[in-house]
């Protein structure tokens, strides 16, 4: 069974950083592009980032660009999102996917 499980989301002043984790079982990530997206309440989901199966980054939101890193540690099956620089509007559930399997969320909160 495919299983994302998402982490390290929490509540960040302007400027803060925070790093997320996406934890994936049933299949190996080292296989597979894997993708960021997030929601903000009462907005559509956007893609973040986009990191291949051959672990290089290939796609930023012009939104986060300079700002977000995505990565992966295949050893432990796991991809991360380096949030820096973070702003008011990145206040978002974020979401690990893999095709049209996508994790319970991890909720990020940007405010003063």
């Known amino acids: 069974e495919v299983r994302l499980v998402e982490s390290g989301g929490g509540f960040v002043q302007p400027g803060g950083s925070l790093r997320l984790s996406c934890a994936a079982s049933g299949f190996s990530i080292s296989n597979n592009a894997m993708t960021w997206v997030r929601q903000a309440p009462g907005k559509r989901l956007e893609t973040v980032s986009i990191i291949s199966s051959g672990g290089i980054p290939t796609y930023y939101a012009d939104s986060v660009k300079g700002r977000f890193t995505i990565s992966r540690d295949n050893a432990k099956n796991t991809v991360h999102l380096q949030l820096d620089s973070l702003k008011i509007e990145d206040t978002a559930t974020y979401y690990c996917?893999?095709?049209?399997?996508r994790g319970q969320g991890t909720q990020v909160t940007v405010s003063s």
């Open positions: 996917v893999k095709e049209l399997v």
